[in-house]
C-alpha cells in the first residue's frame, strides 16, 4: 500500500532553519504531485506547499512565501521541504501528502497522508 513517512522535525530557534523529508512508497512516485501541510494546536490544518510531478511547478501559502522551498527527488521517491528563517508561528505537525495536481493539493484534495513530524520554533 501507499505509505508516506515524513523526517527531520525537531526544535529550533527563531531564525533557524530545518529541511524536513517525506519517503513515498507502494506506487509510482513521479506521477503524483506532493504537498506540506501543517496543524498547530488548536487550529485547523493548512496548506503550506505543493509541487507538480515533475517539479517545475510548485504553490506556496502567503504565510511560507520566500521562506520555505519545496522540491523533490523522483529517483529517491522523496519530497522535501527547506525551512528557513522559522518563526515560532511555524511550530506545528507537518504532514506530507499526495495528489494529482499541485492545484488541487492546494486545495487540499489528497489522496494520502503521512503520520506527520513536529516542528517547534523556540522564541
Known amino acids: 500500500q501507499v505509505q508516506l513517512v515524513e523526517s527531520g522535525g525537531g526544535l529550533v530557534q527563531a531564525g533557524g532553519s530545518l529541511r524536513l523529508s517525506c519517503a513515498a512508497s507502494?506506487?509510482?512516485?513521479?506521477?503524483?504531485?506532493m504537498g506540506w501541510f501543517r496543524q498547530a494546536p488548536g487550529k485547523e490544518r493548512e496548506f503550506v506547499a505543493a509541487?507538480?510531478?515533475?517539479?517545475?511547478?510548485?504553490l506556496y501559502a502567503d504565510s511560507v512565501k520566500g521562506r520555505f522551498t519545496i522540491s523533490r527527488d523522483n529517483a529517491k521517491n522523496t519530497v522535501y521541504l527547506q525551512m528557513n528563517s522559522l518563526k515560532p508561528e511555524d511550530t506545528a505537525i507537518y504532514y506530507c501528502?499526495?495528489?494529482?495536481?499541485?492545484?488541487?493539493?492546494?486545495?487540499?484534495?489528497?489522496?494520502?497522508w503521512g503520520q506527520g513530524t513536529q516542528v517547534t520554533v523556540s522564541s
Open positions: 509541487i507538480n510531478w515533475s517539479g517545475d511547478n510548485t
Open positions: 501528502a499526495s495528489g494529482y495536481q499541485a492545484g488541487s493539493v492546494s486545495r487540499g484534495l489528497i489522496d494520502y
Open positions: 507502494g506506487r509510482t512516485f513521479s506521477r503524483y504531485a
